[in-house]
T-cell receptor, first 112, second 114 residues
Framework: DAGITQSPRHKVTETGTPVTLRCHQT?????MYWYRQDPGHGLRLIHY???????DKGEVSDGYSVSRSKTEDFLLTLESATSSQTSVYFC???????????FGPGTRLTVL | GNSVTQMEGPVTLSEEAFLTINCTYT??????LFWYVQYPGEGLQLLLK?????DKGSNKGFEATYRKETTSFHLEKGSVQVSDSAVYFC?????????????FGKGTRLSVIA
C-alpha cells in the first residue's frame, strides 16, 4: 500500500468554524489531490498540487483553500465550514498528472 | 470533455456467480482506464488498469479489456466471493484532461450473499 495518511480520520464541527485536514505521504510523489465523496456524485476534485507551493483548482474548489509547504504534506482548509461541506474527504497522490492515483483512508467531516 | 458511464447498482449476486459491471467512456485521444474498489469504511484501491487498446488488466480474479472500438472497459469476474462486496469505480485519465486528471464514474455497489 502507498504510504498515505490522513488526519483526523473523523471530525465533527460547527458551522462557521475553520477546519484543516492534513494529508501526509512517504512516497515522494510530486502530485497530491484532495477529493470529496458524496452520495450520487461520486468523487469530485477540490484542489491539487504539482509541487511545493504549486497548487490549482479542481471542479469544486469554492469554499476551500490548500497549501503545500513540504513535498510530503498537503493541507485542505475550510475557512468557514458550512453544512454543505459535510462529506468524506480523500487525499490522493501520483507520480505524474495523468498517472495512477493512490488514495488515503479518508476523513469523515460532519458540519453541524 | 472526458466522461465515464458505468452501470448503476446496486448489484446483488450469490457467491460463485459471474460478475459483469459495464463501463463506457468518452475521451479525446488515447486515455488510460482504471477500475478502483472501495471496501466499506476505506479509501479507494486500484484494482486494475489498462493503458492502451486491447490491453487486459487483471488482479485478484478480476479482468477488464480496453476496447477502443466500443469505448468500453467492462469489469468481469468468473466467481465472486462475499469478500468482493464493495463499491467499484471505473475511471479514465488522459490527454486534454484539463484540471481533472482522473474522471470517475459514479460507482457500482456490489453485494455478494452466501
Amino acid at each position: 500500500d502507498a504510504g498515505i495518511t490522513q488526519s483526523p480520520r473523523h471530525k465533527v464541527t460547527e458551522t462557521g468554524t475553520p477546519v484543516t485536514l492534513r494529508c501526509h505521504q512517504t512516497e515522494n510523489h510530486r502530485y497530491m489531490y484532495w477529493y470529496r465523496q458524496d452520495p450520487g456524485h461520486g468523487l469530485r476534485l477540490i484542489h491539487y498540487s504539482y509541487g511545493v507551493k504549486d497548487t490549482d483548482k479542481g471542479e469544486v474548489s469554492d469554499g476551500y483553500s490548500v497549501s503545500r509547504s513540504k513535498t510530503e504534506d498537503f493541507l485542505l482548509t475550510l475557512e468557514s465550514a458550512t453544512s454543505s461541506q459535510t462529506s468524506v474527504y480523500f487525499c490522493a497522490i501520483s507520480i505524474a498528472f495523468t498517472d495512477t492515483q493512490y488514495f488515503g483512508p479518508g476523513t469523515r467531516l460532519t458540519v453541524l | 470533455g472526458n466522461s465515464v458511464t458505468q452501470m448503476e447498482g446496486p448489484v446483488t449476486l450469490s457467491e460463485e456467480a459471474f460478475l459483469t459491471i459495464n463501463c463506457t467512456y468518452t475521451a479525446t485521444g488515447y486515455p488510460s482506464l482504471f477500475w478502483y474498489v472501495q471496501y466499506p469504511g476505506e479509501g479507494l484501491q486500484l484494482l486494475l488498469k489498462a493503458t492502451k487498446a486491447d490491453d487486459k488488466g487483471s488482479n485478484k480474479g478480476f479482468e477488464a479489456t480496453y476496447r477502443k472500438e466500443t469505448t468500453s472497459f467492462h469489469l468481469e469476474k468468473g466467481s465472486v466471493q462475499v469478500s468482493d462486496s464493495a463499491v467499484y469505480f471505473c475511471a479514465l485519465s488522459g490527454p486534454l484532461s484539463g484540471n481533472t486528471p482522473l474522471v470517475f464514474g459514479k460507482g457500482t455497489r456490489l453485494s455478494v450473499i452466501a
